[in-house]
């Protein structure tokens, strides 16, 4: 009685089970899986519900309905379970199988309702009411087997079978423990019904009770653990309600959901549909799933429309299924249609605006280059101030024009987008130091203070377009001279650190000068646009140079600003975005003195050496620093600056960057680690022709305090001795002598094709014969160089020829010969980059252009009378008078009387000479003209020895 108590208690509890799952199914959306299982569900509850009533039955008719009724049953439970693992394990469904099983399923529940008029399922049937509870017994006929093994054990097995190769497909571990437990629950039943009907359980059927608990572990599991339920998530009020078409497939590419506005586009996507693969769809791309973009367009109905596949995953990262997304992107569609179209218009017009601005500036430049080229003749050949001035208003005139093309052509590359950023490690204390003195330089020429305010520390290297960013501070720069006609122009930059690999560059430009209302502020960066013409019209102009800064500060992701009044005067700052390469700090090094290029001085006991291997470049730079009063001497070799610093003690020291055996660099730091106080003391200033390169900083790092650039500017040369001698080292002067003016008048009869006199004159030297002096030693060294230039590529001596044109290059620009410097720079650049076929092919261009300068300047000096001609008739001497005449220059030497020495030596080299002792006293002439006195006193020692024997 306990037992059967108890067998009811589990059959009750089996069959609240049942119901719980069938109301899980029925609140669920109805898949294929679902369906199955709901309809598996009911007929095993059906079934529990008659094995129930056959355990309370009280006669055999009654327990007879109640077997019939599970039959009824029994058979769909297997087929639509089988059906159902099949889905869920992303199988073909065996059709042919099914249909079998359900005609099968159909005769045996004919022949069971039946079972009376035929002995095929049942033989014989009796009614025990003894024993744990009252049931049938039966004596089966051949059909139950039959019945037994294709309704039951059979489509289990395929389940089961269909179970276990997923089992064995699956990869990810957790998928595979679900499986793992549908195998081992799906079992169950089978073997509870075989041993029941093998007799094992003595008549005690229990199958149906195992069954329910099973199938309901199942749907429970299935609900709560396996996440398979997609359309509960996909499916939301939103997705049935948009416009937008939607598909849901399952992990298996199954179509699961889709709607109304996925019907309404595709007529055929109907519910026969729903279950099957997407590839059955006709005209589905599969290759979809394929694509990295997984994105495909198509027409359709004369529309156009954008699909995308989206994957879904559950919270375990499992893939579950896939989310197709169709829009209709017609609109769309003919709006890029249209633009392009405008596009295309527009890039037409721009093209033929550039074609346009291209040509007419080649057009342009064509005749500029004439007009700027015979004005340029025009000075050299003129013998009169009038004309002369005249020429120089057409070549200023010219070269203003010129600059107004190159704005316009700017302008115009922005406008197209084909201008692009150039970024390069830069030194920016480097960079704003040249550029201040610049300014300095350009503000003074106006009249205009100039004041700075630059950061006491930068980043040692930073990565931008600094030669856009100089343009753009270039471009604010002039503007702001422009417009200035008294007070001051200010310059100050920052540099503000956002982390350790970016910051922002500040730099501004502050005026005194005219200002500007506020309603003219928002059109000042407007291409060709000025201030109010009407108001104010103070300077002329393209309106272009503002214009084009903000465009290269946002081309490089940088702004620009202005605050102005009207009257007052306008600060425009300019902030870029750089990165940090060095984000050591570069400390700005203080100068010892003032830098007021105002005021003039002279120094007492100050001794200075200048260190360069080009004669020129040393002449001009001892020239420069003559009128200050220093105790100057020269060298001409790292070797011999070497040799000096060890015998004195030097104030300042100007080095040349680039110098054959042992370069400036090197040199700076022996001096600085090998010699003691004699190296530490002296400020070292560098010497270079390219001052403006990446790389430069390196003179900052390898004991260098400055750099001063070539050709030196006597302006710039000034300002950094203000800089670096004491002020309370300095004796005023009320004489400019350090600014000498020149008369027209005076330069009138030298003039030299492809030399600009008076910008050498006035840039440089500062008087005509220090500069005709300069042109003989240019000369002089020239007749030399030509056949070493010629040697060195010959034996393609790359190294030294890049030393050598370099030289030239400083040389020819310190005489105004702007166009051999040029070349040779071309030269210079070629030999660093190893391009010996440039060389080679433009090697005669160069020495032609070197030749002919050459010639030049020797009609000049033959005119001025300060070249030897070796066709004139010479008075002799004789060697007696020759010998008592070198003896008084040595002693003049010996004492340290190097004018007289020097006069007394070109008082011989009038006579009538001996070719080798002409050459020598040449050559002891050259060395005093350089400083070399030690050198000049050894050479006539041995010219004296020589003239005695």
């Known amino acids: 009685m306990t037992l059967f108590l108890a067998m009811n208690f589990v059959q009750i509890l089996g069959l609240a089970l049942g119901i719980i799952s069938i109301m899980l199914l029925v609140h669920s959306d109805r898949t294929e899986i679902q369906h199955n299982m709901l309809i598996f569900m009911i007929a095993v509850f059906i079934q529990n519900a008659a094995f129930f009533l056959e355990m309370h039955s009280v006669s055999m008719d009654a327990a007879m309905v109640a077997t019939k009724i599970e039959y009824l049953c029994s058979g769909w439970v297997v087929l639509f379970f089988c059906k159902f693992i099949y889905a869920f394990c992303g199988y073909k469904a065996p059709k042919l199988l099914y249909k079998i099983i359900a005609a099968i399923n159909i005769i045996c529940i004919l022949m069971v309702w039946s079972c009376k008029f ?518 001409e070799s790292g070797m011999e600056a070497l040799e000096l610093v060890e015998k004195y003690k030097f104030d300042i020291i100007f080095m040349d960057h680039m110098m054959p055996e042992m370069d400036g660099v090197e040199t700076t730091r022996r001096i600085r680690e090998e010699y003691g106080e004699n190296g530490r003391y002296p400020v070292i200033i560098a010497l270079t022709a390219n001052a403006m390169d990446r790389g430069k900083d390196l003179f900052l790092n390898n004991g260098f305090e400055d750099f001063l650039p070539k050709p030196v500017d006597r302006r710039v040369m000034h300002q950094m001795l203000s800089k670096w001698i004491e002020d309370d080292r300095k004796i005023s002067v009320t004489d400019n002598t350090v600014d000498k003016s020149i008369s027209l008048d005076d330069i009138s009869g030298v003039f030299i094709k492809g030399i600009s006199i008076v910008d050498a004159l006035e840039n440089h030297t500062g008087t005509l014969d220090d500069y005709l002096e300069i042109l003989k030693l240019f000369y002089m060294e020239g007749m030399s160089k030509i056949g070493y230039f010629e040697e060195l590529v010959e034996r393609e001596d790359w190294t030294n020829y890049r030393i050598e044109v370099h030289g030239l290059k400083s040389a020819a620009a310190n005489i105004g010969a702007l166009e051999l410097s040029q070349e040779a720079k071309v030269h210079e650049v070629a030999a660093t980059e190893n391009n010996s076929q440039y060389i080679m092919d433009n090697f005669e261009v160069l020495i032609e252009m070197y030749k002919t300068l050459l010639d030049e300047i020797k009609n000049v000096l033959d005119k001025q009378k300060r070249l030897n001609d070796i066709n004139t008739e010479r008075e002799e001497i004789d060697n007696e008078e020759l010998k008592i005449r070198v003896d008084k220059a040595l002693a003049y030497i010996a004492n340290f009387r190097s004018k007289e020495c020097q006069k007394e030596i070109s008082e011989l080299l009038e006579f009538e000479l001996s070719a080798e002792i002409r050459k020598v006293l040449e050559e002891v002439e050259f060395d005093l003209k350089m400083y070399k006195d030690d050198e000049a006193e050894e050479l006539l020692g041995k010219t004296a020895e020589l003239l005695d024997k």
């Open 118 to 635: 035929n002995n095929l399922f049942y033989s014989k049937i009796s009614y025990v009411s003894d024993g744990l509870y009252p049931h049938l017994k039966f004596v089966y006929g051949p059909f139950f087997y039959i019945n037994f093994a294709c309704s039951l054990i059979i489509p289990y097995l395929v389940a089961l079978g269909a179970l276990i190769a997923a089992y064995r497909r699956e990869r990810r571990t957790k998928t595979k423990k679900y499986y793992g437990v549908y195998i081992f629950v799906s079992a169950i039943p089978p073997m509870t019904l075989l041993l029941y009907v093998l007799g094992v359980l003595k008549g005690l059927d229990i199958a149906p009770i195992v069954l329910i608990y099973c199938l309901s572990i199942v749907v429970i599991f299935f609900w709560s653990k396996s996440n398979y339920d997609l359309t509960n998530v996909a499916t939301a009020t939103f997705i049935q309600e948009v416009d937008d078409c939607i598909i849901i497939l399952d992990e298996y590419r199954r179509i699961k959901h889709f709607n109304p506005a996925a019907n309404r586009l595709f007529s055929f996507l109907s519910d026969n549909y729903l279950g099957t693969y997407i590839n059955d769809l006709p005209g589905f791309p599969m290759e979809l799933f394929d694509s990295d973009n997984a994105r495909w367009e198509f027409n359709l109905n004369e529309k156009y429309y954008d699909s995308r596949i989206k994957e879904m995953y559950d919270k375990e990262h499992r893939l579950r299924g896939y989310a197709i997304t169709i829009f209709d992107i017609t609109e769309k569609q003919q709006y890029l249609e249209e633009i392009d179209t405008m596009r295309k218009v527009a890039e037409t017009a721009n093209i033929a605006k550039n074609d346009f601005i291209a040509n007419m500036s080649h057009e342009i430049r064509t005749p500029m280059n004439a007009i700027v080229g015979l004005s340029e003749l025009i000075k050299e050949e003129s013998r009169g101030r009038k004309v002369y001035n005249f020429a120089c208003d057409i070549a200023n005139a010219s070269n203003n024009l010129l600059g107004i093309i190159s704005s316009i052509l700017d302008i115009s590359t922005l406008e197209a987008g084909k201008m692009n950023v150039e970024p390069e490690d830069f030194s920016p204390r480097e960079v704003f130091s040249n550029i201040r003195s610049t300014m300095n330089v350009v503000a003074s020429q106006n009249g205009l203070e100039f004041k700075e305010e630059i950061a006491d520390k930068f980043p040692k290297k930073l990565n931008g377009d600094i030669n856009k960013i100089q343009q753009i501070l270039m471009n604010i720069f002039n503007n702001a001279v422009k417009f200035t006609e008294k007070g001051y122009v200010k310059f100050s930059v920052d540099f503000n650190s956002n982390s350790d690999s970016e910051g922002i560059l500040t730099f501004a430009v502050e005026d005194t000068g005219i200002g500007m209302h506020k309603e003219d502020m928002q059109h000042i960066f407007e291409s060709f646009s000025q201030v109010n013409s009407n108001r104010v019209r103070t300077a002329e102009g393209t309106g272009l140079g503002l214009s084009i800064s903000q465009k290269l500060a946002e081309l490089m992701n940088g702004k620009i600003s202005v605050e102005s009044k009207f009257g007052t005067g306008s600060k425009f700052t300019c902030s870029i975005p750089l990165t940090i390469i060095d984000a050591t700090v570069d400390v700005k090094k203080k100068g010892k003195g003032s830098e007021d290029s105002d005021k003039v001085f002279t120094v007492k006991d100050c001794r200075v050496l200048v260190v360069d291997d080009n004669k020129i470049n040393r002449k001009v730079a001892l020239g420069m620093l003559k009128p200050y009063g220093f105790e100057l001497m020269g060298a």
